[in-house]
């Protein structure tokens, strides 16, 4: 595959071409003003065009819903005792993120501004708030669910914040992201056939925007020696997969994934089916942020002059 040229970095590249690099396409996103780099690498404020294509695909996303299911728009934090019920903090310890507090009197400011005016950053008073960092949408709805799972299965939709420790120059791997996931929990037959919908469907939905995805067999990042036996026994059972495009010639990058969890949340969190067994749950994810990026990438850095098609397809 070829880059864009300098001179037309800004334009929609040719099929079967994408930027040479991580760097080239983070240049072009600054340099459009798409994107706006903080003092931490990784974490972008967003222009108005930008945050306009994320809220766009975020529509489309929901519109692809079969049912007229619920629709739930979560916060950035969880309860700390979900959080931690969920196991993410065992799986992913480098990715996730702890929210501090101040619970403290008088003495304890004394000792913050004593801390902060020798340059350190108040760890030393602060205090573990009793809300996290969410970092996989889907997390935070299993802890609220009616345990009593219906015949026909549950199913809804759920948006909102994810944030990840993961800092990287690749304009792909922010710290703080979006996704919108179509979630079910039901009986194993019900949470399988969600899968096996949502995959093909993801990937021509994402294909009419003009994007060539291909579906690959994948695994959560599960960290250290643990992690990477945990991390094949997901990619043997066949339980993640991928909806990965070409944005940058450096790697492929996903922008979507369907999960299929088992009983892993339904065991934490007594989800029941009414034959009396444990519900299984599965999720269909679309990276809302790396969806406007691959359209970008794709179609050009100015939404405005994207093919009618796609501008029709994103309503
Ligand atoms: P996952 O739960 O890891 O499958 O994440 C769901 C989707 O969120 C992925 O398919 C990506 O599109 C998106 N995503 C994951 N990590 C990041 C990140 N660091 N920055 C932006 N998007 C991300
Ligand atoms: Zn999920």
């Given at each position: 595959m070829t880059s864009p040229t300098t001179e037309t970095a800004g334009s929609p590249r040719a099929p079967g071409t994408c930027y040479a690099d991580a760097a080239a396409?983070?240049?072009?996103?600054?340099d459009a003003g798409l994107l706006v780099p903080t003092a931490a690498t990784g974490l972008y404020q967003r222009s108005g065009d930008f945050e306009d294509a994320v809220r766009a695909v975020e529509a489309w996303a929901g519109s692809l819903r079969?049912?007229?299911?619920?629709?739930?728009?979560?916060?950035?934090?969880?309860?700390r005792a979900d959080f931690l019920q969920t196991d993410y903090l065992r799986s992913f310890p480098d990715l996730a993120g702890i929210v501090s507090v101040f619970t403290g009197g008088d003495a304890e400011h004394r000792a913050l501004l004593e801390d902060l005016d020798a340059g350190g950053n108040g760890s030393t008073v602060l205090e573990p708030a009793e809300?996290?960092?969410?970092?996989?949408?889907?997390?935070?709805?299993?802890?609220?669910?009616?345990?009593?799972?219906?015949?026909?299965?549950?199913?809804?939709?759920?948006?909102?914040?994810?944030?990840?420790?993961?800092?990287?120059?690749?304009?792909?791997?922010?710290?703080?992201?979006?996704?919108?996931?179509?979630?079910?929990?039901?009986?194993?037959?019900?949470a399988e056939a969600h899968r096996d919908v949502w995959l093909p469907r993801m990937a021509e939905g994402l294909?009419?925007?003009?994007?060539?995805?291909?579906?690959?067999?994948?695994?959560?990042?599960?960290?250290g020696r643990v992690g990477r036996m945990l991390a094949?026994?997901?990619?043997?059972?066949?339980?993640?997969?991928?909806?990965?495009?070409?944005?940058?010639?450096?790697?492929p990058t996903a922008i979507g994934s369907t999960n299929y969890h088992?009983?892993?949340?339904?065991?934490?969190?007594?989800?029941?089916?009414?034959?009396?067994?444990?519900?299984?749950?599965?999720?269909?994810?679309?990276?809302?942020?790396?969806?406007?990026?691959?359209?970008?990438?794709?179609?050009g850095l100015e939404p405005g002059h994207w093919p009618t098609e796609v501008r029709r397809e994103l309503g």
């Open positions: 396409f983070r240049s072009a996103l600054l079969l049912d007229a299911y619920p629709r739930r728009s979560l916060p950035p934090i969880l309860p809300t996290v960092l969410s970092s996989a949408v889907c997390h935070s709805v299993y802890p609220t669910l009616d345990p009593a799972i219906p015949d026909e299965g549950l199913r809804l939709e759920a948006s909102g914040f994810a944030f990840r420790h993961e800092p990287s120059l690749d304009p792909v791997r922010m710290q703080s992201f979006r996704m919108l996931e179509h979630v079910c929990v039901g009986t194993p037959a019900q294909g009419s925007l003009g994007l060539d995805v291909r579906i690959e067999a994948a695994n959560d990042p599960f960290f094949a026994n997901q990619q043997q059972a066949s339980l993640k997969h991928e909806l990965v495009v070409d944005i940058h010639d450096e790697k088992e009983d892993h949340f339904s065991v934490l969190f007594d989800l029941t089916t009414p034959d009396g067994n444990l519900a299984h749950s599965g999720c269909a994810a679309f990276g809302l942020e790396r969806i406007a990026l691959a359209l970008l990438s794709r179609h």
